[in-house]
């Protein structure tokens, strides 16, 4: 089961500083005034043409959710229990943390998931064996291949990048291996080529700046598996 929580863990991502980002954090996760998506629909600008720069963005993610959830016409955590966590065949229950009034609040998508370290491993393992979990093709192999491989001329986020991305997966240019990247250095690494599955889970001083030297130990033991 995929549940709604509403309560601390929103006020466990709070991020320090005067940012647009912190606004809408603290307005949507703490204080529950209004939601991500409300923000994205009327206070959002556009700062470049779609395809013509990259930039990781939280609300987007976000975004992408509201358009799920109304795709479905259910709560998103409702329709990953129903077509996913329990097909998958998940030990426990997953939580998402709350957005916005609980009158409309619904799941926050741009972070704050939480599971166990053996469910997100199970989640690893089934996007390894091409989308099939707990003898069910869960997802299909299609969309694995489509999603974790990034489409051509994007292979990098940069000219001078080492990673890619493609569908929410962080890829790499010069190996088949993806990776589900959290803040606090939290991560789902999957190498198809050595059959390699890491889960990471963490909480380190800062947000971000630990990904290189993760993503190259991470490489290191692909290495070294027989």
């Known amino acids: 089961m995929a549940h709604a929580l509403r309560g601390s863990l929103g006020r466990s991502l709070r991020i320090r500083g005067s940012t647009q980002l912190t606004e809408v954090h603290d307005n949507a996760l703490v204080a529950y005034r ?122 990098r986020i940069s000219e001078d990048a080492s990673i890619g991305y493609q569908y929410q997966w962080w890829t790499f240019p010069d190996r088949e291996a993806y990776s589900a990247i959290g803040i606090y250095n939290q991560f789902v690494y999957i190498d198809p080529q050595s059959q390699t599955v890491i889960v990471k889970l963490s909480h380190t001083p800062d947000a971000q700046g630990w990904e290189d030297d993760t993503l190259a130990f991470f490489e290191k033991i692909s290495q070294l598996t027989p």
């Open 34 to 155: 209004y939601r991500w998506c409300d923000y994205a629909a009327s206070s959002s600008e556009r700062q470049y043409e779609p395809g013509e720069r990259f930039n990781y963005s939280t609300l987007d993610t976000s975004v992408l959710g509201c358009v799920l959830a109304s795709a479905v016409n259910t709560t998103v955590a409702n329709y990953m229990t129903e077509k996913f966590w329990q097909p998958a065949g998940m030990e426990f229950d997953a939580y998402w943390i709350m957005d916005g009034p609980e009158s409309v609040g619904n799941e926050f998508y741009g972070a704050g998931f939480n599971a166990t370290l053996r469910d997100l491993g199970r989640f690893g393992l089934m996007m390894l064996n091409q989308g099939e979990a707990n003898g069910i093709q869960v997802l299909s192999e299609d969309w694995v291949e489509a999603s974790t491989v990034s489409d051509p001329g994007y292979e």
